[in-house]
């Protein structure tokens, strides 16, 4: 980790001397990463449906997360982010760095595919994607969309996917950066920058932050060794205006990491080990070229990769000695076609080469071969539908096909919009589900679903107040599950979950804005009537916005979550917890800020036995060039 002391100031130095890297701005002329200024006018999303369409006229569950609001909360973390969402179910071993999980409508972990640009990163071994060391850094925007989305991206996808969107080249140079500190130790220096030189959009940034963190295992249950964690990333995307029309773009990122963990012990219990570390390498790269060929028919080509390197080392337990690798290697086609004004035909076909290893237990490879198509209909300016079906060919497992269908119906008279889905899914067995000693099974099929979802958005007061209340239904077939007389993997397990989500948006002042979400959620496992684990029944969430004078910013977001279980029913911690970040613009290049986590010092865990962060304060200085 003293390499990465040395090279992160060294970085930053050599970007804010970059006459190429200046802080982004969105430009007017790229509607796919506007911000949404106005509640009641919604912005153009792309992870729906592939293409870039107005929220207001698609169908799917989808929530945005904008630069603005990151700003704001000055937020180090894409996990605390995700928290305040609806559907949302965020759990984290251990406090920062350590493995975390998200859960979309009670579906399971592995059923969230994430992309960052568009590109896949979950683990081949595990098929989740641990959001643990995923930070902010250059990051335009996060979109969520909730329910089965197979049918665009195939496997791992039957909760819903979250695309983090990375910020692209400005006009004006620009360039900006923040130094940090506070409880636990914590140190955080970060540098973004953006620019734009005739045809060419530059954007990158660069941070490094470590923590002596807390105890991985519980404090409270006797274990006092702190657990450290760094992290440095670096993150760019280039752009180039092809012609008149086209574009191509390079997106790149990557993350070291290093966390200290605990073990059990022989209950299987968390417990302290003094030496147990783990490193992690994440890399995502593509390259992409869209390019007209006339009024109505655009390509579109994709290469892409991502590989994730994880190793362990423990000198007092073997255990904790592993070495893990996941890679992906894309290759996309996509062709839009305009058939008029108001029908949008998108085809589309997707090779991927997964690699899995985990060293000692398994080195294993598949290819997969998809084919997509999906009509976009707009029938006037009020009905909108959306139908797409996908085959996918997993060498090993066999062949899956999905289908998808949307509608939004707006009511401009009186402001209000109705919209559903309906469509299915499918999870191709990961690796270690396959393949790992004494527990893969080859024979596994892959995991099924079948959701729906309607709800009925409504404006009020000239769009400063917008409620959203929708219902959701899934249903989850031949789920893997262990068989407790053979010890391995088996299709066994059927699963259902349902409930709604509520959406509160207002802002009455220019001064106060709000967002209001409740979700409730009710699991079940079919064969014992069993709570799922680790999903919540009730979770609300608020984050209030107030500007008390104009250089004055305060954000309070308020979590709760409660009735849970794990596994085997035991009941899990109910927790309410408040933050706190309020910034000053001292002048306009400087402005220092406040951040409190945990205000009132709940005590809970997310996963029983492993501990989190107290009361915690961190101040900062940002800057504006």
Not at 33 to 57: I, K
Not at 179 to 193: C, K, T, V
Not at 246 to 262: I, P
Not at 359 to 377: A, K, N
């Amino acid at each position: 980790m003293q390499r990465k002391r040395l090279l992160a100031p060294a970085s930053m130095f050599a970007l804010l001397c970059s006459p190429f890297v200046q802080l982004p701005v969105v430009s007017a002329d790229e509607p796919v990463l506007q911000e949404q200024r106005s509640l009641g006018s919604r912005g153009v999303v792309v992870t729906a449906t592939r293409t870039s369409e107005s929220q207001a006229t698609i169908g799917s569950s989808v929530s945005v997360i904008t630069r603005d609001e990151i700003e704001a909360k000055h937020a180090d973390s894409v996990l605390e982010l995700l928290r305040s969402r609806p559907g949302v179910t965020v759990v984290q071993s251990g406090g920062p760095g350590r493995i975390a999980s998200v859960l979309l409508r009670g579906a399971e972990s592995d059923h969230t595919l994430v992309l960052i640009d568009g590109v896949r990163v979950n683990d081949n071994t595990s098929g989740q994607f641990d959001f643990g060391t995923l930070t902010t850094d250059n990051i335009e925007r996060i979109e969520i969309v909730r329910g089965s989305q197979s049918v665009l991206y195939g496997s791992e996808a039957l909760g819903g996917v979250i695309n983090i969107i990375t910020r692209t080249g400005t006009s004006e140079p620009r360039a900006t950066g923040a130094a940090e500190g506070g409880s636990f130790g914590s140190q955080l220096y970060r540098a973004s920058g953006s620019s734009k030189l005739g045809r060419l959009e530059s954007s990158a940034g660069v941070s490094y932050r470590r923590t002596d963190g807390i105890s991985a295992a519980n404090s409270s249950r006797g274990n006092q060794e702190d657990d450290a964690y760094e992290n440095f990333t670096f993150d760019t995307r280039q752009g180039l205006t092809v012609g008149e029309d086209g574009r191509a773009d390079v997106t790149f990122r990557f993350t070291d990491s290093e966390a200290e963990l605990d073990g059990f012990d022989f209950t299987g219990i968390p417990t302290d080990l003094r030496d147990f570390v783990q490193e992690r390498d994440s890399l995502t790269a593509a390259v992409s070229l869209r390019k007209p060929v006339n009024e109505w028919l655009t390509p579109l080509v994709e290469l892409a990769v991502s590989d994730d390197d994880t190793t362990g080392t423990d000198p007092e337990t073997d255990f904790n000695n592993y070495v893990i690798d996941s890679q992906t290697l894309t290759v996309r086609t996509q062709l839009d076609a305009a058939l008029g004004d108001d029908n949008t035909l998108t085809g589309g076909f997707q090779f991927e080469q997964r690699e899995g290893v985990n060293r000692g237990s398994f080195d294993e490879e598949r290819d997969v071969r998809s084919f997509y198509l999906q009509d976009q209909q707009a029938f006037g300016d009020e009905l909108f539908l959306t139908a797409g079906i996908r085959f996918d060919n997993h060498a090993g497992f066999g062949e899956a096909t999905t289908y998808r269908t949307t509608a939004a119906y707006l009511i401009p008279d009186i402001g209000s919009r109705l919209h559903g889905s309906f469509g299915t899914g499918f999870k191709a067995p990961s690796f270690n589900e396959l393949f790992f000693p004494g527990f893969g099974n080859p024979d596994l099929d892959e995991e099924k679903s079948l959701s729906f979802d309607v709800g009925w958005e409504q404006n009020l007061f000239e769009e400063q107040v917008v409620v959203d209340a929708t219902f959701f239904y899934s249903e989850f077939d031949d789920l893997i599950d262990f068989n407790t007389e053979t010890f391995t993997a088996v299709n066994v397990k059927e699963a259902e979950a349902y409930g709604f989500e509520t959406t509160l948006e207002t802002e009455l002042h220019p001064a106060v804005r709000t967002l209001l979400s409740y979700t409730f959620t009710e699991s079940e496992d079919k064969a014992t009537g069993a709570l799922l684990s680790r999903r919540p029944r009730h979770q609300a969430s608020l984050d209030l916005f107030l500007q008390p004078q104009e250089r004055i910013e305060i954000v309070t977001t308020l979590l709760l979550v409660h009735s849970r279980r794990d596994s085997g029913g035991v009941r899990m911690d109910d927790y309410e917890r408040v933050d706190l970040t309020a910034s000053y613009e001292l002048t306009p290049m400087f402005e220092p800020y406040l951040r409190i986590e945990n205000l009132f010092d709940d005590d809970y865990e997310e996963i029983p036995g492993y501990g989190t962060p107290g009361f915690s304060v961190y101040g900062g200085l940002a800057f504006h060039l």
